[in-house]
C-alpha cells in the first residue's frame, strides 16, 4: 500500500529517470563506446551547465512563467568573465560576484515588470533577451571574449575524486534547490501562487515579491552556467547561449513540472537535462546530416515534453 501510494506520488519523477536510462542503454548498445567513463563525464558536464539553468527556470515556471532571457544572460556573464578576468585568477575574486549581481538585477526587472506591471512573462522576457543581446553586441562590436582564466577551467574542464567539478558544483546547487523548495517558507508560496494566485495572496503572500525574486534567481543561475560554460569551453563567444534557452525549458518540462505551474520538483529537471544531453548524444553517434538532427532533435523534445504533459494531468 505504501509503495502504490510512493510511486502515485513521485510517478513523473520516476518516469523521468526511467526514460533517461532507457535512452542511455538503448545508444550504449548501439554505440559501447557511449557508456565509457570518459564520456559518461563528459556527458555529466554537458547535463550540469543545462541542469544549472534549469533550477531558475524550475522556481519560475513553478509559478506559471517562463523565462527566455536565460540565453544572452548566459552570454554576457561568459563575455564579461573572459574580458574582466583577463585569462588571470585574481579578478575572478571581484568579477564573478559582479557578473551575478548583475544578471540576477536582470532577472529581477524581469519579474518586477511582471509582477508589478502586469506584463505578460513571454513578452518580458523575451524582449528583455532582446534587449540583452542588442547591448552586447554593440559593447563588443560583435567581437569574441578572451580566454578563460586556469581556474575557470579547472573547474569547467577538471575532475576532484574523479568526479568533474562540475557535478560537484551542479550537486551542491541541487541540495539548496530541493531545501529551498521543500523546506522553507519561499518553496512552498511559489506552488501556492502556481495553483492560484489569487488564493495564494489572501492567504498572505506577497505574490508580486514572491514572483519578482523566482525570476532574480533565474538571472541568478543562467549567469552561474555562463560563468561556467567559459570555464568548460575554454573561451567566450557570442551567443554561446541560445541552445541552452530551449533546453533548459525542455528539462523542466520533461522532468515532470507542469507548464501551467503549481507542482514540480527540480530532481525532475535534472532527470530532463540528463535527458537532453543523452538525446543530442545520441542523434550525434547516428551522423545524421546537420539539418536532420535539429529536426528531429526538435521533434523527440515536443512529443517528450506533451508526454509529460499528459502524464501530469492525468494524475491530478
Known sequence: ?????????????????????????AISVYKPGFASVNHIKVLAQESAIIGIVAIGQTFVIITGGIDLS???????????????????????IWSVPLILIMTAFFGLVNGACIAYLRMPPIVMTLGMN?????????????????YASDLL????????????????????????????????????????IGNNSVVATYSGVNVNAVVMWSYGFSGLTAGLAGIL???K????????????QFQSIAAVAIGGTSMMGGSGNYLGSVAGAFTITILLGI??????????QKMAYGLIVLGSVLMAARKIKNSR
Open 1 to 25: 500500500m505504501k509503495g502504490n501510494t510512493f510511486f502515485k506520488k513521485h510517478q513523473n519523477l520516476i518516469f523521468s529517470y526511467l526514460a533517461a536510462l532507457l535512452l542511455f542503454a
Open 70 to 92: 536565460v540565453a544572452w544572460m548566459i552570454s554576457i556573464a561568459a563575455i564579461m568573465v573572459t574580458r574582466l578576468g583577463g585569462g588571470g585568477n585574481e579578478a575572478m
Open 130 to 146: 532582446i534587449i540583452l543581446q542588442g547591448g552586447l553586441v554593440a559593447v563588443t562590436q560583435g567581437a569574441p571574449g578572451s
Open 153 to 192: 577551467v579547472i573547474l569547467g574542464q577538471k575532475a576532484f575524486l574523479g568526479i568533474p567539478w562540475l557535478l560537484w558544483i551542479w550537486g551542491l546547487l541541487t541540495v539548496l534547490a530541493m531545501l529551498l523548495l521543500f523546506r522553507m517558507k519561499y518553496g512552498r508560496e511559489l506552488f501556492a
Open 229 to 231: 560554460l567559459a570555464g
Open 233 to 244: 569551453v575554454g573561451s567566450s563567444y557570442l551567443g554561446m547561449g541560445d541552445a541552452l
Open 283 to 292: 542523434l550525434a553517434a547516428l551522423n545524421l546530416p546537420y539539418g536532420v
